[in-house]
């Protein structure tokens, strides 16, 4: 009788081994292609996240414009603190108006909340220069008070008003000789979009800019303060003489009764003071839009500038100039 032939020991150990790891790259493989799949599926999930958090931002400013466009209606000769805009968006559950597939246990939150500002509370940093190089006198004064004011180095008015001036266009917006006289700035055409390019500035350091931040904007074009929405550091500025206590005496007037003309104003401010020409004014076209949207694990912050037409019913409603996200 012929006796099967065993195999050595070794042979036996290397064929465990190999088929050993066999079995480990195929479960490497089938994981490899489980973990591959899963993040594809997050992937869209939160490009889908994304696009419906666009879409509750696009939702929200379409609900701006349209309290503008009614309070512009409702209220055309003046803007105060007092109107429907000025109300902020408490947050706001939005789980039931978002379509989405839920999975069994997930917890799943949609917020919404956001608030109106008045860009024209603030001074403009656009009201500093007449035309390419040529800042205005007028204005450096009172952006000189403002600085003042915010218990800030007054020599950084000239300096921000030079660079600002030096990224307008050339075209003159002011016909007098004295303008026309003005020695131009030198420096790099920098066109000033939010408060943050002063940095560019000698002597501007983040500080500054956050210091500054609540008090001051760039809009696209020259705008007068609003007296019915400034905070008294702005409001004293516009105000030849005026301490920042004066014009906190001025604001606890407002809260009573908002001024409907500009006259009114100036009269409560005293015939001893001489108005800036075209600082002020008691209408605002300018205003800012915070949206703050919670989706899930998507959030997303954006700030709009929307402008508002004087004339709602010729121009149109009010339009969405641009949109920062952050």
């Not at 032939?5 to 064929?15: D, I, K």
């Not at 889908?48 to 503008?68: E, F, N, P, S, Y």
């Not at 180095?153 to 001036?165: E, K, S």
């Not at 989706?295 to 912050?301: C, I, N, Q, S």
């Amino acid at each position: 009788m012929r006796t099967r032939q065993r195999r050595p020991a070794r042979e036996r150990g290397v064929a465990v081994i190999t088929a050993l790891l066999l079995t480990t790259l195929a479960i490497s493989i089938v994981a490899s292609l489980f973990w591959q799949q899963q993040v594809q599926v997050r992937s869209m999930e939160n490009q889908r996240l994304h696009l419906q958090t666009k879409w509750i931002l696009r939702g929200a400013l379409d609900w701006a414009t349209l309290v503008l466009f009614q309070d512009g209606i409702d209220h055309r000769d003046y803007t105060s603190l007092d109107q429907v805009w000025a109300t902020p968006l408490a947050e706001t559950r939005l789980d039931q108006y978002v379509e989405r597939q839920r999975v069994e246990g997930e917890t799943f939150d949609a917020s919404l909340s956001g608030n109106i500002t008045d860009a024209c509370s603030r001074y403009n940093l656009r009201n500093l220069g007449l035309s390419r190089g040529l800042p205005d006198p007028l204005q450096l004064a009172i952006f000189q008070r403002l600085l003042n004011n915010l218990q800030l180095d007054q020599g950084l008015a000239p300096r921000i008003a030079n660079f600002v001036a030096a990224g307008l266009p050339a075209t003159m917006e002011d016909g007098n000789d004295q303008t026309r006289q003005a020695a131009p700035v030198v420096g790099a055409p920098v066109k000033v979009l939010q408060v943050e390019d002063l940095l560019s500035v000698r002597g501007v350091t983040p500080a500054v800019v956050e210091r500054l931040r609540p008090f001051v904007t760039v809009l696209p074009v020259k705008t007068p303060v609003n007296v019915n929405t400034a905070p008294a550091e702005v409001l004293a500025a516009v105000v030849p003489d005026m301490s920042v206590s004066e014009a906190n005496t001025l604001i606890v007037r407002r809260k009573q009764a908002a001024w409907r003309d500009i006259g009114y104003f100036w009269q409560q401010v005293g015939d001893n003071r001489k108005p800036t020409p075209d600082p002020t004014s008691v209408r605002s076209d300018w205003f800012f839009v915070d949206s703050r949207i919670r989706l899930d694990r998507a959030a997303l912050d954006a700030q709009a500038l929307i402008q508002r037409t004087p004339n709602l019913v010729a121009g149109g409603g009010p339009k969405v100039v641009w949109i920062r996200q952050y």
